[in-house]
């Protein structure tokens, strides 16, 4: 085992740096983004109306994050497997979970005013590196049965 640790101690590196880059985005998530919710979210939300928002600059907001936190995470998937197909693969996901989850935040925001916890989760899932925590077991596993 440690032969293999120091075998992959450049890969192991790259990825534990990728790591520190989620932590970053995460402690300083107020000073970068504009998001109303991180403060409303964090409060008894259940008994409040939604927070006032500006559209366009929760927009980019979002949009940063989830592309920050996408490129982050292509970056730990290609390093991790060394696959052009796979880090293809995941882009192309990437891209429709960008449409699906933004459509779907946006029309609850607008249409849905007691959707609070539908918003939450839909809103977990642009904010936080979520899919790449999904899509590393599912790679290993998938290589590893292409090897039997």
Known sequence: MLNSLLKHKIKILIAFLIIVCFVIIRVFEVQLFYDP?????????????MPQVDAFNLFYGLLLRYFLNTILSLMLIYTLFRDREI????????????LLLFGMFFIILNYFPDGNWLLFYVRRFIIQPIFVLLFIPAFYYQQQNLKK
Not at 41 to 46: N, R, T
Not at 89 to 96: D, K, N, Q, V
Request: aromatic share 32%; glycine share 4%.
């Open 87 to 98: 880090l293809k693969f995941s882009t192309i996901i990437y891209g429709f979970f960008l």
């Open 37 to 49: 919710f991180l403060i409303y979210f964090e409060s008894d939300f259940k008994n409040h109306p």
